[in-house]
């Protein structure tokens, strides 16, 4: 059954952190790259951060130099630091596989709130 689930948002101020989980179930996602994507009101789903099976990653240059992501394959966990928030990183956070072409569905997402 493939499955993704987002943890880790939250409120915070800028200039904060905070460090998103996504645990992943199903073979569809064993070996692909991921990626961590953002949603703000109003706007499309946008990719934040990739990260292949091997490690190699990219970022959007919105966010590089302040978020890294990770992945622990033996744990099918896929993981965003971000630090230096600002208020322009609020959005609904989702992890999927990258590129992605329509499959599979998209999690619940967890909110991130940039506030002071």
């Known amino acids: 059954q493939v499955q993704l689930v987002e943890s880790g948002g939250g409120l915070v101020q800028p200039g904060g952190s905070l460090r998103l989980s996504c645990a992943h179930s199903?073979?569809?996602?064993?070996?692909?790259?991921m990626g961590w994507y953002r949603q703000a009101p109003g706007k499309q789903r946008e990719l934040v951060a990739s990260i292949t099976f091997g490690g190699s990653t990219n970022y959007a240059d919105s966010v590089k130099g302040r978020f890294t992501i990770s992945r622990d394959n033996a744990k099918n966990t896929v993981y965003l630091q971000m630090n230096s928030l600002k208020p322009e990183d609020t959005a609904v956070y989702y992890c999927?596989?990258?590129?992605?072409?329509?499959?599979?569905?998209w999690g619940q997402g967890t909110q991130v709130t940039v506030s002071s």
């Open positions: 199903g073979s569809i996602f064993r070996f692909n790259a």
């Open positions: 999927n596989v990258f590129p992605w072409n329509g499959r599979p569905s």
